[in-house]
């Protein structure tokens, strides 16, 4: 989020980020979620896309972008949690509520559109992102059936894969 000088505040507060104009990035944020949808990589999380996303409800609280961006490392898990938010069933409550009529209303305005896009975007990529990880899903199992079969009976190998797997 961007803060522009607002000279018609109300706000006689000493923060100046508070009696500012706030503005938000929103075709860059609906890009990148976008690109994130398509690419299936969360590490295209773009910091206004962050800035935005974690703080609505749904998410869990994360020392920072990168943590965000692990977390989340299974776009499945992202998009799951994105479609029970909140904010993204009712965009509508930002513009429909007493954030509409404040100073902040083309901010609350601007959010309301890029919860409605979020939705769109949701819609639309929602079956692929699901797809795409029970192909995932299905290659790892495949590949964990092969390595256990492999050293199966071996002690060494048994045990070098379970260190690998972090399971001891």
């Not at 706000?11 to 609906?30: M, T, V």
């Not at 929602?126 to 199992?141: A, P, R, T, W």
Request: aromatic share 10%; with cysteine; charged share 25%.
């Amino acid at each position: 989020m961007k803060y522009e000088t607002n000279p018609n505040t109300k706000c006689a507060c000493s923060n100046p980020r508070h009696h500012a104009k706030w503005i938000l990035n929103e075709k860059g944020i609906l890009k990148c979620i976008e690109s994130i949808f398509k690419s299936g990589d969360m590490a295209k999380l773009s910091k206004d896309a962050y800035d935005f996303i974690h703080i609505l409800s749904g998410f869990i609280a994360h020392s920072n972008q990168n943590g965000f961006i692990d977390y989340y490392a299974n776009p499945a898990d992202f998009i799951a949690d994105l479609g029970n938010s909140f904010e993204i069933a009712n965009p509508n409550y930002y513009t429909n509520d007493i954030f509409s009529q404040d100073e902040q209303s083309e901010y609350y305005a601007t959010k309301s559109r890029i919860l409605k896009g979020i939705k769109v975007l949701l819609d639309e990529y929602k079956l692929k992102i699901q797809s795409d990880e029970g192909i995932l899903i299905k290659v790892k199992m495949s590949l964990l059936e092969n390595a256990v079969t492999k050293c199966k009976g071996n002690k060494d190998a048994e045990k070098q894969l379970l260190k690998q797997l972090n399971l001891i």
